[in-house]
């Protein structure tokens, strides 16, 4: 998809050096446990200064022409440290796009990468939109793998979805950004109607999926009173590589073949998915996924082919049930005290029961807000469900679900939550011993890295903090006050019971100096990078995880000189 030409030098040597940890000490509960010189890191004894000499850190330039960067093997012993960050990836180029889409369905083109850099739980988004000429400029770190996926403002071309390894340098115009065109999509083409609908459904969501669920198109509305429901194009190499019911593949039909003009592919050719999402006309309608058994028919013109849904009547994909259907209503109550939990999210998932494509069953998801009172109430066809509620972020409390059949017998439902469990410890000054005199405490979930809750340190007894989370794995990171001087301290925790982390002292505080630099796109003398952030990690393989985490050790902004001065532990801070 890309060719490039390098525009680093020999910076980049400096950014993506690596060591390998040092092994493990003796198991341990606390500091006290270990001996002189060594910390009690994640169960085990540790040397401290060896820890320190082989941080990893995640640089993010405020410039959005400069791309964040990974350095490893950063030595916070040193009393000075300079980074130095490579000149982005430069993707410049212009999208191609196919004969049928006009100009201007060229404004805008979105552009979205995603990567995965070394540190456990960090991805890298950015996104990109073209200008009114399909024209692009897009800066990303170098030598880092990225997930594409590139759509038109209008669904005239299958979107771009590919897996690259950027490369430093200049793409080529010529190869960089081009849409599947003529005969490498495929065109879904139909409407969407209700049951017992005259008319084709006006402001229904449509999207093409493949069979694993990953979407193969941009997502339209359906317009009111339009002939034309949908035409949404797709890449066709992908939608014939979905594997089939016997486990084989696709293959384009050879037209002289066909019968009448189209050729039906049964056996090992997979069907697709179509997700229809609520329309404004029907906003109790769900999200439900029809499976399509792909029906393709050449084009005459010798383009792509064609996947029509328009029946007889002109109406194409009927959803398989009927507006409304049967309530689904009760209250979301709290475990304990039975206290009604306004905001708690309800959700409906399970198999739809109707004619047509879902007389065995259609996947169906439904979700909903439960109101000040705890209230709730979804409309659902026939069928076999989970009834599943969210607790409101923060309440402290744990998902939880129950199957239930529609139509339900009998009065509302009482859906509770389940109960979370308490995390508790107290933080301790390294130097005196004594309870923190403040600072503030947060829980990071690690199955997605999503912040689950915060507490402040001595509200409930000097030094101590209290949470109450569902069960889960979690990161915990101890922020002291800032005029301690004293750097953060994190632990990763798995809790499926109520749990005391019970003393942890916190770090002596020493302090790391240095500036970040960044070499420019035009290739020149590197430049100080302005108000950047800074996080510092240690990985760690953690015996409660059965996985390495990355725990932050320190953290920081470069001011407007590309200068940083924070807090690190000190080399010294084990007894």
Excluded at 347 to 356: I, K, N, P, R, W
Excluded at 453 to 475: D, E
Excluded at 522 to 531: E, I, N, S, T
Aim: charged share 10%; glycine share 12%; net charge negative.
């Amino acid at each position: 998809m890309r060719s490039s030409r390098s525009l680093i030098g020999p910076l980049a040597a400096l950014v993506f050096a690596g060591c390998p940890q040092p092994p493990p000490s003796p198991k341990c509960q606390r500091d006290s446990d270990c001996p002189a010189g060594e910390a009690c890191l994640e169960g085990s004894c540790r040397s401290l200064t060896q820890v320190l000499q082989n941080l990893s850190a995640v640089v993010v330039p405020s410039d959005p022409t400069l791309a964040p960067a990974e350095v490893r093997a950063v030595d916070a012993t040193a009393p000075y440290v300079d980074f130095f960050l490579p000149a982005p990836q430069l993707l410049r180029g212009a999208f191609a796009l196919p004969s049928t889409c006009s100009p201007g369905e060229l404004l805008p083109i979105r552009l979205r990468f995603t990567g995965h850099p070394f540190i456990p739980l960090l991805d890298w988004t950015f996104f990109f939109v073209s200008d009114g000429a399909g024209r692009l400029v897009a800066a990303l770190p170098s030598g880092e793998s990225f997930d594409e996926w590139a759509e038109p403002a209008l669904p005239c071309a299958a979107p771009i979805a590919a897996t690259d390894r950027a490369q430093p340098g200049l793409v080529d115009p010529a190869t960089a950004f081009a849409f599947p065109t003529g005969a490498d999509a495929l065109t879904v083409l139909g409407n969407v109607s209700a049951p017992g609908a005259a008319a084709p459904l006006a402001g229904a969501t449509v999207t093409v999926k493949s069979a694993t669920g990953a979407p193969l198109s941009a997502t339209v509305v359906t317009p009111a009173g339009a002939a034309l429901g949908f035409a949404l194009p797709v890449p066709l190499a992908q939608t014939l590589a979905q594997p089939g019911g016997d486990g084989g593949s696709c293959a384009l039909p050879d037209p002289g073949s066909c019968d009448g003009g189209s050729c039906e592919i049964l056996g090992a050719c997979a069907s697709i998915v179509l997700e229809v999402g609520p329309s404004a006309e029907q906003p109790l309608l769900p999200t439900v996924d029809l499976p399509i058994v792909a029906r393709m028919a050449p084009s005459p013109d010798g383009g792509g082919p064609t996947l029509a849904l328009l029946g007889q009547d002109g109406l194409g994909v009927r959803l398989p049930f009927a507006p409304g259907g049967s309530t689904v209503a009760g209250e979301v109550v709290d475990p304990t005290t039975q206290a009604a939990l306004p905001g708690a999210e309800v959700t409906l998932d399970g198999q739809a029961m109707g004619g047509g494509v879902c007389g065995s069953g259609c996947p169906f998801h439904l979700t909903g807000i439960a109101d000040a009172a705890g209230e709730f109430s979804l409309a659902a066809p026939i069928g076999s469900y989970t009834l599943g509620v969210v607790p409101p972020p923060g309440s402290g409390l744990a998902p939880s679900s129950v199957p239930i059949t529609v139509p339900l017998q009998g009065p509302g439902i009482l859906l509770s939550a389940a109960p979370g469990i308490s995390l508790s410890g107290r933080a301790l000054d390294p130097a005196s011993g004594s309870p923190l005199g403040g600072g503030e405490v947060e829980l990071t979930d690690l199955s997605d890295g999503a912040l689950v809750g915060a507490a402040p340190i001595g509200a409930l007894a000097p030094g101590q903090f209290q949470l109450t989370v569902p069960p889960g794995k979690y990161l915990v990171e101890i922020h002291p006050p800032d005029a301690t001087g004293l750097p953060e301290r994190s632990l990763a925790v798995a809790a499926s019971t109520d749990t005391n982390l019970g003393d942890i002292p916190l770090y002596p505080g020493a302090r790391l100096e240095g500036s970040v630099f960044a070499e420019p796109l035009d290739g020149g003398a590197p430049l100080p990078a302005r108000f950047a952030s800074l996080r510092f990690f240690f990985l760690e393989e953690t015996e409660a995880l059965g996985a390495t985490v990355a725990l932050p050790i320190a953290a920081g902004l470069t001011d407007g000189e590309g200068h940083f001065s924070l807090a690190v532990p000190s080399a010294s801070a084990a007894q």
